[in-house]
């Protein structure tokens, strides 16, 4: 399987490659989450996070101990995942499918659940070691506001023109300075970016934007989607979209689209590490 914005900017704990305790074993993890009830990824003072929930059912199984995790990468508020990667490090006493089990049960009942989990080798790094991150974004195209899709979509009204959004799309394929594209506050150091596919497709009134990268700036999906909806929505021609690249000016790109849309589907590395998952 194969980033937010992708909105991916690094953790504050991602920094460091920590070493697991002699007798701990690294455990990499593949989480889903409803970002919905979340501050984001990130602990924050100002709410409950994943990164919270995970790390608080993990000391639970390391005997109160505190149990720090490295992420593939930080979702902000609202933002959904079928596919994030965590690591952590636990005593040596349990399997992949009883660790699995076992952090479900203690993260009751957030909405947050581990799908695999698999031993990693001791230079394996969630996210340093990530060579790919993909993005999925939903657009709810028609008149009726959501109701079974309420908080995993963007809800645009006015009818929009995928083909002429693909065809945009294409113009911001490949490395580029992507500063017209990301957040005021990204901490990247270089706003340098590879875009390796950005898809929009549509299935009656759900259109679907792919977006799939090494990595990607802060907000950087959803500034890429924003702008992509005036050209669906007739407000920009086509060309628009490239002459905002060239600009390396976030004022010259389309508005931030909402967190509620993206989901984190997938991250790939050099050797799945669920590969043996079961």
């Known amino acids: 399987?194969?980033?937010?914005?992708?909105?991916?900017?690094?953790?504050a704990t991602a920094g460091a490659r920590p070493r697991p305790a002699d007798g701990a074993v690294t455990w990499a993890l593949q989480l889903e989450y409803d970002g919905r009830p979340f501050v984001g990824w990130q602990r924050q003072e100002n709410g409950l996070s994943v990164q919270q929930v995970l790390e608080e059912a993990a000391a639970r199984l390391a005997g109160g101990a505190a149990v720090a995790s490295i992420v593939a990468?930080?979702?902000?508020?609202?933002?959904?995942?079928?596919?994030?990667?965590?690591?952590?490090?636990?005593?040596?006493?349990?399997?992949?499918?009883?660790?699995?089990?076992?952090?479900?049960?203690?993260?009751?009942?957030?909405?947050?659940?581990?799908?695999?989990?698999?031993?990693?080798?001791?230079?394996?790094?969630?996210?340093?070691?990530?060579?790919?991150?993909?993005?999925?974004?939903?657009?709810?195209?028609?008149?009726?506001?959501?109701?079974?899709?309420?908080?995993?979509?963007?809800h645009v009204a006015a009818p929009l023109d995928a083909a002429a959004m693909h065809h945009a799309a294409q113009t911001l394929l490949g490395r580029h300075d992507f500063t017209s594209f990301r957040a005021a506050s990204c901490q990247a150091k270089s706003p340098v970016r590879t875009l390796d596919r950005l898809d929009v497709r549509q299935d009656g009134p759900l259109i679907t934007i792919e977006a799939e990268a090494r990595s990607f700036l802060h907000h950087q999906v959803r500034n890429l989607v924003g702008t992509l909806r005036l050209v669906g929505d007739g407000s920009w021609p086509v060309g628009r979209v490239a002459d905002a690249l060239?600009?390396?000016?976030?004022?010259?790109?389309?508005p931030t689209a909402p967190a509620e849309g993206l989901c984190l589907m997938a991250v790939g590395y050099p050797q799945d590490p669920f590969a043996t998952a079961s």
Do not use: C
């Not at 399987?1 to 953790?11: D, N, Q, R």
């Open 73 to 154: 990468g930080r979702t902000d508020a609202g933002v959904h995942a079928a596919g994030q990667v965590a690591q952590l490090a636990l005593p040596d006493r349990y399997d992949a499918r009883k660790l699995r089990d076992a952090l479900n049960y203690h993260m009751k009942p957030h909405p947050v659940v581990v799908l695999q989990a698999a031993t990693a080798p001791s230079d394996w790094n969630a996210r340093f070691s990530a060579i790919r991150r993909r993005y999925r974004f939903l657009i709810l195209n028609r008149r009726a506001r959501p109701a079974l899709q309420e908080g995993r979509v963007w």
């Open 1 to 11: 399987s194969s980033s937010g914005l992708a909105s991916f900017t690094p953790v």
């Open 246 to 254: 060239a600009a390396r000016n976030r004022a010259a790109a389309g």
